[in-house]
């Protein structure tokens, strides 16, 4: 079973603030990663992709990706109350396999 | 900015009705995305669908569901006899055919309420 984990939280950090979401995944083959952000009663928004071994800067957020551990980060620099959301950690094999796999979600919260 | 479309946003049926739920996808993508998620669980895939045809579905989509591209711009959930466990938001996703390393698109979302 290809599982991908995420701390469920609730992960609370003061407005200004740089916001750390983690995520682990079990298929070795996985080649695509991916970030969406979900507000309550939402659908997914994808926020971040990456592809390659490294960091991956867009603006306020950087995702960080080390295939080796099977890891992927979300750094979010100078939180606001509006980044409050819960944040999916999706994975996909491409390759002819299309499915994004996706972890429980990491629930954050922006403290002003 | 093109969005993927689906409606009715909430759809309440009777334990044993059928159901369709439609989704206009994003119109230059061509691979066609249905999951759903259980309130309070994971995003689950159902099935992603390509050229006409399945390409491929999960334990979840079993004979109950059916997907149809019934014209150039629908792509439509059909789940024939609706159980109670069937509630759940269900999730239409799409993306471009080439250069786009999956990146999927997602819709507003049906609430599908089953009683």
């Known amino acids: 079973q290809k599982e991908v984990e995420q701390n469920s939280g609730p992960l609370s950090v003061p407005e200004g603030a740089i916001a750390s979401l983690n995520c682990t995944y079990s298929?070795?083959?996985?080649?695509?990663f991916f970030w969406y952000r979900q507000y309550s009663g939402k659908s997914p928004e994808l926020i971040m992709s990456?592809?390659?071994?490294g960091d991956k800067e867009d603006g306020r957020f950087t995702a960080q990706l080390n295939k080796a551990s099977q890891y992927v980060s979300l750094l979010i620099r100078d939180s606001q109350p509006s980044d409050s959301a819960t944040y999916l950690c999706?994975?996909?094999?491409?390759?002819?396999?299309?499915?994004?796999?996706f972890g429980t979600g990491t629930r954050l919260t922006i403290i002003p | 900015e093109p969005e993927v479309t689906q409606t009715p946003s909430h759809q309440v049926t009777q334990m044993g009705q059928e159901v369709i739920l439609r989704c206009v996808p994003i119109?230059?993508?061509?691979?066609f995305y249905w999951y759903r998620q259980i309130l309070g669980q994971k995003v689950e895939f159902l099935v992603s669908?390509?050229?006409?045809?399945?390409?491929?579905k999960s334990e979840i989509f079993d004979d109950q569901f059916s997907v149809e591209r019934p014209d150039g711009s629908n792509f439509t959930l059909k789940i024939r006899s609706t159980k109670l466990e069937d509630s759940a938001m269900y999730f239409c996703?799409?993306?471009?055919?080439?250069?786009?390393?999956?990146?999927?698109?997602f819709g507003a979302g049906t609430r599908l309420s089953v009683l």
């Open positions: 119109s230059n993508h061509l691979y």
């Open positions: 999706a994975v996909n094999m491409n390759f002819g396999n299309e499915k994004l796999t």
């Open positions: 996703a799409s993306r471009e055919l080439a250069g786009g390393r999956n990146i999927q698109y």
């Open positions: 669908f390509y050229n006409n045809e399945i390409s491929e």
């Open positions: 990456i592809y390659s071994n």
């Open positions: 298929d070795r083959v996985s080649q695509s």
